[in-house]
C-alpha cells in the first residue's frame, strides 16, 4: 500500500564527452545571443572586470618578476631578486619581519574586531540595551570615514603630544618608553576601525537564528551555558569564521593606519607604498604585492567557499531570532558595559577630529579659531571638489555595472557565472595597492593586448548580429573594416589632439545625414527611420563634443584665472575640467555602447546597405579602439573613475544580489508568459521592485569612493587630486588641523549622503525594501 | 489535435558537475482542443520540467511542441499565446489588484475602456469584484489565487498551464477552488494543462489523466479508465489504494479468466494484454472490491485491525499471506468485527483487474 518512493538517484548517465559539452556550452551561449541586450551585457561587464581587475592585477604582480631596468622581451627579463631577498642574509631577516608583522597585525585585528564585534551584537540583539539605536548608528560611523580618520584622533588624543596623555594625564615620552606608535597603537586603531564589519554580519546571523532550537535544548535539560556552548556558538561560527576571515584581509589591506601610526613598525601595505612613492621602484613595489596578494586571495576563497557554504542559518530570511533576551544580570552588564564604553571612545575620537579642525594649534593653544578652515578653503578647495565630482561621476556607472553582474549571476545560467561573481568580488577584496600599482603599470601606456581584444570581440559581436547564418561575411566584413579602420586610426592625430573625437563624431553624423537623406529620397528599404537618424546624431553628437568641448572649456579657464583669486576661481577653473571629463570619455570603452546601439541602427535595414552600413560602422569601431593613445589614462580622471567603480563594486553587486534573491522568480516568469519581452519584464517589474537596493548600492558606492585611499594613491596627478591623499600629505607636513578639517568635510558629506538613504527608504519607499546596511560593510 | 508533445526529452546537468540527469525521458502526449489534462505523479517524476517546456521556460532536449499545427520550440515564452498559474502565484507586489490582472493587456497596448471591460468581466467570473485597488498584500491566500487565475484568463490564451496552483491552500479551500476551476475552465472552454501530485485533484479536474513517473508516461487516459483498468502497478499504486493479490491464470476465453487465488477460483475480466495460461499474474483489487461477511465467500480472512471511520470501516484482513485493506461502506454497520475474529470475505469479481507480474 505505499506509494512508490520518489525517485531521486535518476540513472545518471556517464560525463558526457568533451564535444558534446562543448556544443552544449555553445549553445548556452546560442540561447543567450538571441537576446543581444542580454549578450551585451555579458560582453560589457566581462570586458569591464577584464580590463580593469584581472589585468591590472596580472601586470601588478607579474612585473615583481621582471627586471625593469634592463629593456627587451619579457622572457629574458625574469628575474626573482625581490622574492630571493627573503632568503638571503642581508635583506632576508628585515623582509621576514615585515612579513611576520603583517600577519600578527591581521591576526590580532581580526581575533580584537570579532571579539569586540561579537560583545557589540549580542548586546544589541540579546541584551536590551537601552539606547539600542544610537548604538547601532555609533557602531556603523567608523565603517562611512576616512581610513585613518581614527588614527588621526588616536594620534591628537593619546600621541606623544594627545590631549589626553599629555595634557591631561602628564604622561612623557622619551626614547624606549611605550607611546601610541607602534604595533599595540595600529591594532587598537585597527579594531576599532573594523570592528562594526564583524558586529553587522553577527548581528544578522543572531537576528535569523532561529528561537525553537535553543529552546528545543532547553526542555531536554540544558543550562544557559551549556545551550551558548553547544547550540548557539556552533551556529554562529560560519558567521564568526567570515568576520575573522573578511577582518584579516581588511586588516591587510589597510594603507592609511599604518603610514599613520605603525610608528617602527612596517608591514606589508606601507612597504609597498614607500616602495613606490619614496624609491621608485616599480619592480620591488610589485614583488612585495605579490607576496601580500597570498595570504589575501587564500583568506578570501576560503571565506567564500568554505565558510559560506557551511552557513547553517539561512541569511535571507527575514529576522526572526530577536526575542530571545538575557535577563542574568552578570552576564548582561558586563556585555552593555563594553559596548557603552567602546561607543563613548568612538564619539571621543570623532569628536577630536572636529575640534582638532579648529585649534589654533594642537598640543599648545586650544582656543577655537577658524583660521584653519579657511585655509583649507583657499587651498584644499580643487581636492575637494575633485573628489566629490570623481565620486559622483562614478557612483551610477558602478551601481549600474553592479546591477547588471548581479542580474546576471542571479539570473541567468551560463559557464563563467561563477568567475565573474569572483572577480567582481575580487576587485574590492585585494589590497587596494596591490590594484594601483597595477593601474599604472598597465596604462601608463596603451595596452596594445587589451585594445586589440576589446577590439575583435566588439566586431565579432557586431558582425554576428548584424549577419547573421552568413559565417564568410561576417569574416570578411571584420578584416576589412577592420583593417581599414585601424588605418584610419593612424591618420587620426594628423588632425590636432582631439583628431580622433572628430573624425569618429563627424563620421556619424555624415551616416546621420545619408540616412536622412535617403529617407527624403524614399528610397524603398525604408530609410532609416526618424528615430535611427536621431540616435545616430546623438551619437556623432556626443563623440564630437569630446572636441568641440575645448571651446567651451579653455576661455572658462582663463576667464577664472582673470577673477581674484578665491573659492570661486577655483570652482570655476575646476568646472571647465569637470565638463570636459563628461564627455572626452575614452573612445574604446565608449566603443562598448556605441556596438550595442549600432544594432539597433541596423533594425531593418536589409541587403547591400545592411552589408554595407554594418561595414562602416565597425570601421568606426576600429577607430574608436586604436585612435590617439587608446587606454593610457594614467594622468586622466578615468583612471580614478575606474578605480573607484572597481573598489565599490562588490558592494553593488551584493545590494543587487540580495534584493534580486528576494524577487521570486516566477514573478518574472509570469510577466513573460503575459507577453512582456525581457526589457519590458524588467522595466515594469524587477526593477520597480529593486528600487531601494538600487538607490542603497548609490550611495554605499558613493561612500566608498569618498573614503578609498590605497586604490588611488598612485593615481592622483596635479591636475586631478584626492581628498584623502591630500590629507596624507597635509599630515606628513604637520598640518594636523588641516588634515582634521579635511577628515571633517568628508565625513559631513557622506553622512549627508547616508542620511538622505534613510530618508529616502523610510519615507518614500515607506519600508517596500529592506536596506540591509551589512551592504556597506 | 490541439496540444501535441512529440519525444520530449529534457536532460539537466546533474548538481554535482558530473554526468546528467535525465528529468522527461521521451514524452508523446496529444491533447485535444477544450481538454483539461492534468500531469500526476510524485515528486521528481518530470511533470513539472514538462510544463515548463511547453510555457517556454525550459528549452527540450530532444521533441518537438506543436500547437495547432505549428511547431513553436523556437518562440520564448512570450510570444506563446498560453498563460500560466504559478504554484506561489507570482502576483505583482507593486501593482494592485486591477493592474495585476490588466498587466498582460497592457503589454498588448489594449485601450483604456476594453482593458477596463475585459478585466471587469473576468473578474466578476472569479468573484473579485470590487477588490480592484486592493494591494496584494491585504488578500488572503484565496484571494491571491484567484487575482492570479483572472490575470491569465483575461488574456483568451490558446492553453492555460497551471502549476500545482492550489497546493498552499488549505484542505477547505482547496476543494471550493478546484471546482471553480473546473467550471470556469467548462465554461471558457481553453485547452489546459494541469499539474498536481494530489491525486483526488487529478480525478476530480481532469477529462485526461497523464501518470507520469521517472520522467515517462506510465499510462493515459480517463479518470474511469486510469482507476478501473491501471496499466501498471505503479499506476495502480498510485491512484486510489490497491491490495496486489498474486494469483495464476487458469482458464481464459469469451473476454474473462479463470484465475487462482487465496486458495479459490475467481472469475474475473479479461486483462488488457495478452497473457498465456498458466502465467503468473497480479490481481488489483482494491479496498471496495471486497465483500465482508460474504454468504459464498471465495476465503476466510483473520481481521488484523479494525478501524471506524464514520462513513467507512477499515480492516486489514490476513488471507494466507497476504494481507487485505478493505473498506466496507455501509450506513447501517451492523457489525464491527473486532480484531483476531475470523470473517468470511468474497472478491467482487468484475470490478477486478489483471496485470501481468512485472
Known amino acids: 500500500m505505499a506509494v512508490q518512493l520518489p525517485g531521486f538517484e535518476r540513472r545518471v548517465e556517464p560525463r558526457p564527452g568533451l564535444r558534446t559539452s562543448l556544443v552544449r556550452r555553445y549553445r548556452e551561449f546560442a540561447l543567450i545571443a538571441r537576446d543581444p541586450v542580454l549578450l551585451i551585457s555579458l560582453l560589457y561587464c566581462g570586458l569591464f572586470l577584464f580590463v580593469f581587475v584581472v589585468f591590472p592585477l596580472f601586470r601588478g604582480t607579474a612585473n615583481g618578476f621582471l627586471d625593469s631596468t634592463q629593456s627587451g622581451p619579457w622572457f629574458t627579463r625574469l628575474s626573482f631578486k625581490y622574492i630571493a631577498r627573503y632568503f638571503d642574509a642581508y635583506y632576508g631577516p628585515y623582509s621576514r619581519q615585515v612579513f611576520t608583522s603583517t600577519l600578527v597585525m591581521g591576526l590580532l585585528t581580526a581575533t580584537g574586531g570579532t571579539i569586540l564585534g561579537f560583545i557589540f551584537a549580542y548586546t544589541m540583539v540579546r541584551c536590551n540595551a537601552p539606547g539600542s539605536r544610537f548604538i547601532h548608528l555609533l557602531a556603523l560611523v567608523p565603517t562611512v570615514s576616512p581610513p585613518f580618520a581614527l588614527a588621526l584622533s588616536t594620534i591628537l588624543l593619546f600621541g606623544r603630544n594627545g590631549l589626553v596623555t599629555a595634557k591631561l594625564l602628564g604622561m612623557e615620552f622619551g626614547p624606549g618608553k611605550n607611546d601610541i606608535y607602534g604595533m599595540d597603537g595600529l591594532v587598537m586603531v585597527q579594531i576599532i576601525t573594523f570592528f562594526s564589519v564583524a558586529y553587522l554580519i553577527v548581528r544578522a546571523m543572531l537576528e535569523r537564528l532561529d528561537p525553537s532550537m535553543e529552546e528545543a535544548a532547553h526542555s531536554l535539560g540544558a543550562g544557559k551555558l551549556h545551550i551558548f556552548r553547544t547550540v548557539t556558538l556552533p551556529l554562529l561560527v560560519p558567521g564568526i569564521a567570515g568576520s575573522f576571515l573578511l577582518l584579516f584581509v581588511e586588516s591587510l589591506a589597510d594603507l592609511g593606519n599604518p603610514l599613520f601610526i605603525s610608528g617602527n613598525v612596517t608591514v606589508l601595505s606601507a612597504q609597498i607604498f614607500l616602495a613606490v612613492a619614496g624609491e621608485y621602484d616599480y619592480q620591488k613595489a610589485s614583488a612585495l604585492a605579490f607576496v601580500l596578494l597570498i595570504p589575501t586571495l587564500v583568506v578570501f576563497l576560503v571565506q567564500r567557499y568554505y565558510v559560506t557554504r557551511r552557513s547553517y542559518v539561512s541569511v535571507t530570511g527575514k529576522p526572526t531570532g530577536g526575542h530571545i533576551t538575557v535577563r542574568e544580570p552578570w552576564i548582561r552588564w558586563p556585555f552593555i558595559t563594553i559596548t557603552y564604553l567602546t561607543c563613548l571612545l568612538v564619539v571621543v575620537l570623532y569628536a577630536a577630529i572636529f575640534y582638532g579642525s579648529f585649534a589654533s594649534a594642537w598640543g599648545v593653544d586650544y582656543t577655537p579659531t577658524l583660521h584653519w578652515w579657511r585655509l583649507m578653503a583657499a587651498r584644499g578647495v580643487e581636492s575637494v571638489l575633485d573628489t566629490t565630482f570623481l565620486s559622483a561621476f562614478a557612483t551610477p556607472l558602478a551601481a549600474l555595472t553592479g546591477m547588471i553582474i548581479a542580474f546576471l549571476v542571479v539570473r541567468r545560467k551560463f559557464s563563467g557565472k561563477d568567475a565573474l561573481d569572483f572577480v567582481s568580488n575580487l576587485g574590492g577584496a585585494v589590497p587596494g595597492t596591490i590594484l594601483g600599482i597595477g593601474f599604472v603599470l598597465a596604462f601608463s601606456t596603451v595596452p596594445t593586448f587589451v585594445v586589440g581584444l576589446l577590439f575583435v570581440l566588439l566586431a565579432i559581436f557586431l558582425a554576428r548580429l548584424a549577419l547573421p547564418n552568413n559565417g564568410r561575411m561576417q569574416a570578411i566584413v571584420v578584416a576589412v573594416a577592420g583593417g581599414t579602420g585601424i588605418g584610419l586610426a593612424q591618420l587620426a592625430p594628423y588632425l590636432g589632439q582631439s583628431g580622433p573625437f572628430y573624425l569618429v563624431g563627424g563620421a556619424y553624423l555624415l551616416l546621420a545625414v545619408a540616412g536622412w537623406l535617403r529617407r527624403r529620397a524614399g528610397v524603398r528599404s525604408g530609410g532609416a527611420p526618424p528615430w535611427r537618424t536621431r540616435l545616430l546624431a546623438a551619437m556623432g553628437g556626443y563623440v564630437l563634443m569630446g572636441g568641440l568641448i575645448e571651446f567651451i572649456a579653455q576661455p572658462m579657464a582663463r576667464i577664472s584665472r582673470s577673477i581674484p583669486p578665491g573659492f570661486w576661481a577655483n570652482f570655476l577653473f575646476q568646472f571647465s575640467d569637470y565638463l570636459k571629463t563628461f564627455f572626452q570619455t575614452p573612445l574604446p570603452l565608449v566603443a562598448i555602447i556605441f556596438a550595442f546601439l549600432s544594432l539597433l541602427v541596423l533594425d531593418r535595414e536589409t541587403g547591400r546597405s545592411r552589408l554595407a552600413i554594418t561595414g562602416t560602422l565597425v570601421a568606426l569601431i576600429a577607430v574608436m579602439c586604436f585612435a590617439g593613445k587608446p587606454l593610457a589614462l594614467i594622468g586622466t580622471p578615468y583612471i580614478i573613475l575606474a578605480a573607484f567603480a572597481v573598489r565599490s563594486l562588490p558592494a553593488s553587486v551584493r545590494a543587487g544580489v540580495a534584493a534580486l534573491q528576494q524577487i521570486d522568480p516566477s514573478i518574472e516568469e509570469a510577466s513573460g508568459m503575459l507577453g512582456g519581452d525581457a526589457q519590458y519584464t524588467f522595466r515594469k517589474v524587477t526593477l520597480p521592485l529593486i528600487l531601494p537596493a538600487l538607490l542603497a548600492g548609490l550611495i554605499f558606492s558613493f561612500t566608498r569612493h569618498m573614503t578609498s585611499l590605497s586604490a588611488i594613491i598612485f593615481l592622483i596627478s596635479a591636475r586631478w587630486r584626492i581628498v584623502t591623499a591630500s590629507i596624507l600629505s597635509e599630515w606628513e607636513q604637520g598640518g594636523v588641523s588641516i588634515a582634521a578639517a579635511y577628515s571633517s568635510v568628508i565625513i559631513v558629506l557622506v553622512l549627508i549622503a547616508i542620511g538622505v538613504l534613510y530618508y529616502l527608504t523610510r519615507r518614500v519607499f515607506k519600508g517596500r525594501g529592506d536596506v540591509d546596511l551589512t551592504l556597506g560593510a | ?358
Do not use: W
Not at chain 2, 482547496?174 to 475552465?185: H, L, P, V
Open chain 2, 1 to 358: 489535435m490541439y496540444l501535441v508533445l512529440q519525444d520530449l526529452v529534457k536532460r539537466f546537468p546533474s548538481r554535482g558537475g558530473v554526468g546528467e540527469v535525465t528529468a522527461v525521458d521521451g514524452i508523446s502526449l496529444d491533447i485535444k482542443q477544450g481538454d483539461l489534462v492534468t500531469l500526476l505523479g510524485p515528486s521528481g517524476c518530470g511533470k513539472t520540467t514538462t510544463l515548463r517546456m511547453i510555457a517556454g521556460f525550459e528549452f527540450p532536449t530532444v521533441g518537438q511542441i506543436l500547437l495547432d499545427g505549428k511547431a513553436i520550440n523556437d518562440l520564448p515564452p512570450h510570444r506563446r499565446d498560453m498563460s500560466m498559474v504559478f504554484q506561489s502565484y507570482a502576483i505583482f507586489p507593486h501593482l494592485n489588484v486591477f493592474e495585476n490582472i490588466a498587466y498582460g493587456l497592457n503589454v498588448q497596448k489594449k485601450s483604456r475602456e476594453e482593458i477596463r471591460n475585459r478585466v471587469a468581466a473576468v473578474m466578476e467570473l472569479v468573484e473579485l469584484t470590487g477588490y480592484e485597488n486592493r494591494q496584494p498584500n491585504q488578500l488572503s491566500g484565496g484571494q491571491q489565487q484567484r487575482v492570479a487565475l483572472a490575470r491569465a484568463l483575461v488574456m483568451e490564451p490558446k492553453v492555460l498551464l497551471m502549476d500545482e496552483p492550489l497546493s498552499n491552500l488549505d484542505a477547505k479551500l482547496r476543494e471550493q477552488m478546484r471546482t471553480e476551476i473546473r467550471r470556469i475552465q467548462k465554461r471558457l472552454g481553453i485547452t489546459s494543462v494541469y499539474v498536481t501530485h494530489d491525486q483526488v485533484e487529478a480525478m476530480t479536474l481532469s477529462d485526461q489523466v497523464v501518470v507520469m513517473n521517472q520522467g515517462k508516461i506510465e499510462q493515459v487516459g480517463t479518470p474511469t479508465v486510469v482507476y478501473r483498468r491501471p496499466a501498471t502497478r505503479f499506476v495502480a499504486d498510485f491512484i486510489g489504494r490497491a491490495n496486489f493479490v498474486t494469483g495464476m491464470v487458469r482458464d481464459q476465453g469469451n473476454g474473462s479468466m479463470a484465475i487462482e487465488a487465496l486458495g479459490a477460483t475467481v472469475q474475473v475480466p479479461a486483462s488488457r494484454e495478452e497473457i498465456p495460461t498458466g502465467a503468473i499474474v497480479t490481481l488489483v483489487v482494491r479496498p471496495e472490491m471486497v465483500e465482508v461477511d460474504s454468504e459464498r465467500p471465495h476465503a476466510v480472512a483473520t481481521v488484523h485491525r479494525a478501524a471506524y471511520l464514520g462513513n467507512v470501516v477499515e480492516y486489514d484482513l490476513l488471507v494466507g499471506d497476504h494481507l487485505l485493506t478493505v473498506a466496507e461502506h455501509d450506513p447501517r454497520h451492523e457489525t464491527i468485527h473486532d480484531e483476531g475474529a475470523t470473517v468470511p470475505i468474497r472478491l467482487i469479481e468484475d470490478c477486478i483487474y489483471v496485470l501481468p507480474n512485472e
